[in-house]
């Protein structure tokens, strides 16, 4: 069964740090890009960071020069190191990527989906 696992939210103080690992795991050949999400109460999820399988990324304005994804080929990991916290950074965060199994046309990609993991930022 193909899965992505999150792990690493929590309680934190404004101005503090955390770091957000997502492993894949099951049976697979290739990920492509792999994203980091999140949703606030009530509001719609958004894209926060993504890299592609080369390493090129991208972030939400909001979020550049505070955050930085990274991933670990060798360990089906994305990571999301997380800086200089806000109270608006307060969400649920969600790993995402397409997961990819050879068939005999070529690949067969599928989305998945993590199960979430809470971060929350008090003062």
């Known amino acids: 069964q193909v899965q992505l696992v999150e792990s690493g939210g929590g309680l934190v103080r404004t101005g503090g740090s955390l770091r957000l690992s997502c492993a894949a795991s099951g049976s697979f050949f290739s990920i492509n890009a792999m994203n980091w999400y999140r949703q606030a109460p009530g509001k719609q999820r958004e894209l926060v960071a993504s890299?592609?399988?080369?390493?090129?990324?991208n972030y939400y304005d909001s979020v550049k020069d505070r955050f930085t994804i990274s991933r670990d080929n060798a360990k089906n990991t994305v990571y999301l190191q997380m800086n200089s916290l806000k109270a608006e950074d307060t969400a649920v965060y969600y790993c995402?990527?397409?997961?990819?199994?050879?068939?005999?046309?070529?690949?067969?990609?599928?989305?998945?989906w993590g199960q979430g993991t809470q971060v929350t930022v008090s003062s």
């Open positions: 995402n990527a397409d997961l990819c199994t050879r068939t005999w046309t070529g690949l067969d990609c599928v989305n998945y």
């Open positions: 890299i592609t399988s080369g390493g090129s990324t």
